[in-house]
């Protein structure tokens, strides 16, 4: 060691080594800074040839990692890129976007990735998004965190979670990592992001579904410096800018593909059931296991197969103890309808439903009662009737509720019971409605309304790969109207419910006045669970 070295203090030391990896040496880094050899949190995979000899040690990063982060190294050194000249180099954006199943660590990826960029470029500018704010705060930024606090510089970087941001103390405002939640009306935000002297940098998590205004604004920050630009998510969508990463831009991208199976630290037993489930070739399996983007043409949630063969289809015998379900849908615009579907389990055919255009709450709720009136009339009292209470049919479901019907409020953006499935209540209603139709008993009559409607919504996957239904304003950019009498329908799937007698019917009916009445006759309205079947 020269006489200067012994004259520096270890954090000297220690930042002096750290400028040996600045010009690629990354996967070097990785293996140098974190404490592979004693931190049990950490060791998860053991490193695999050629990667295992190269350093000697037994844990390190997945292949994927390693790979990743040689390729960065090579492409680093061969930009030589140097911050006291920025002029003179005349370099490419260093792009990276990776697609993936669940479950490979690329959180762990993301979070050695900032650790690298930020302990060896001074005053280096980054910026991590990803598709939501809880996303972003409680994995993408938590877990850079996690790794920026065990590493070997973690005492000159000061880190709030709260505030989203990573800085380095000895130049807190030039020299940092930031977490910004996107917002389209935000995003010349990601264009202000500039190093000159330095690396300026943007990684993306979820990135399949983060808007493509922000990632293409975001290329705006990188026009000066040693830009970097880094996307991870799941395929989830086969458009966007995300996708042409894969596609169109290709060439301007490293791309990388990283099937669950391949990576140690996933369950192959629950990979298997998935794969067991929707089969092999399923868009479930390509997007959640082999990181695939679903096929070109297949967003379409219901094909036309299942609907015209409930058309087709024999009626069965009725089951009498089958509940009867009503599903009303509440008209919000003026060309929409307001509709009235009924089904008796496979059986959504027998009774006429029921549509207009035009009606005030009051005079719907009316028309609703009446259909109810008549149901019971004709021996099929109704064990539930599931209303659309979002904005205006909230007051149709006062209504019914005064009047003594048993009314269920339902809103089609609340959360899914099913979570791990659907993003939220309409999704999974749509998804039970599309089970009900593969079930080879499901019975519709020939509307070919409600068949287009059924037909037409497309669906995709959140980055947590929950269905989510195609929005309503997406529906009609694409010339569509709105899907009400299929929503109608879907209603009836709200929420599991037992049949109902004729003797329950008129008791209801008795007491409309109660305050505590319970329309799915439960005897505590305050432990009333609407899952519950008696």
Known sequence: MTQAALKQSPGELLWGRAGEFRSGQVLDYVMWSFPWDTEPSIQLVKLVEPWA????????????????????????????FDPLNPGECDIPV???????????????????????????????????????????????????????????????????????????????AKW??????????????FAGLHAAHSTPYIIGDEASTIPEVILGTAQGGLTDGEAMMFLFGNPTDNKGYFYETFHKNKHRWHNVTVDSR?????????LQEWIDDNGEDSDYVRIRVKGEF?????????????????????????????????GIDVARFGGDESVIAVRRGPDARTIPWKQWRGLDTMQLASRAAIFCD????????????????????????????????????????????DREHYGNRSAEMWGLTKKWLEGQEACLA?????????????????????????????????????????????LTFAYPVAPQTMEETDARRTCMEDADFDP???TDAADFDPLEVN
């Not at 790979?67 to 061969?78: K, P, R």
């Not at 959180?107 to 001074?122: E, S």
């Not at 940092?176 to 935000?189: N, S, V």
Request: aromatic content about 8%; overall charge negative.
């Open 374 to 417: 008549e149901l019971v009339a004709v021996g099929w009292p109704p064990a539930a009737v599931f209303v659309d209470g979002t904005g205006v049919g909230a007051g149709v479901v006062d209504r019914l509720l005064q009047l003594g019907y048993p009314v269920v409020e339902v809103n089609f953006g609340g959360r899914a019971d």
């Open 446 to 490: 020939k509307d070919n309304t409600l068949a287009d409607q059924l037909c037409n919504r497309d669906y995709s996957y959140s980055g947590s790969m929950q269905l989510l239904m195609e929005k309503k304003d997406d529906m009609r950019d694409r010339s569509l109207e709105s899907p009400d009498r299929a929503d109608a329908l879907v």
């Open 176 to 189: 940092r990592l930031d977490g910004m939640t996107w917002r389209e009306h935000l995003a010349q935000a």
């Open 294 to 326: 679903p096929r070109s043409g297949t967003k379409q949630f219901i094909d036309h197969d299942l609907v015209d063969d409930a058309i087709a289809r024999v009626l069965p015998d009725p089951l009498r103890d089958t509940p009867v379900v009503v």
């Open 262 to 270: 391949d990576v140690q630290i996933t369950n192959k037993v629950k």
């Open 520 to 522: 799915l006759g439960t």
């Open 94 to 172: 260093i792009q990276m976007s990776m697609k993936s199943g669940h479950g490979v660590g690329k959180g762990a990826g993301v979070g050695m990735l900032g650790c690298y960029l930020m302990d060896t470029r001074q005053d280096s500018m980054g910026i991590v998004t990803a598709n939501t704010g809880a996303q972003l705060r409680t994995k993408t930024f938590a877990e850079i965190i996690k790794w920026r606090e065990m590493s070997q510089l973690s005492r000159w970087w000061q880190c709030s979670l709260g505030d989203l941001y990573i800085r380095n103390t000895m130049n807190p």
């Open 53 to 80: 000899s190269r350093y000697n040690c037994e844990w390190g990063p997945d292949a994927w990692c390693c790979e990743f982060f040689d390729w960065l190294g090579h492409e680093i050194h061969d930009n030589a």
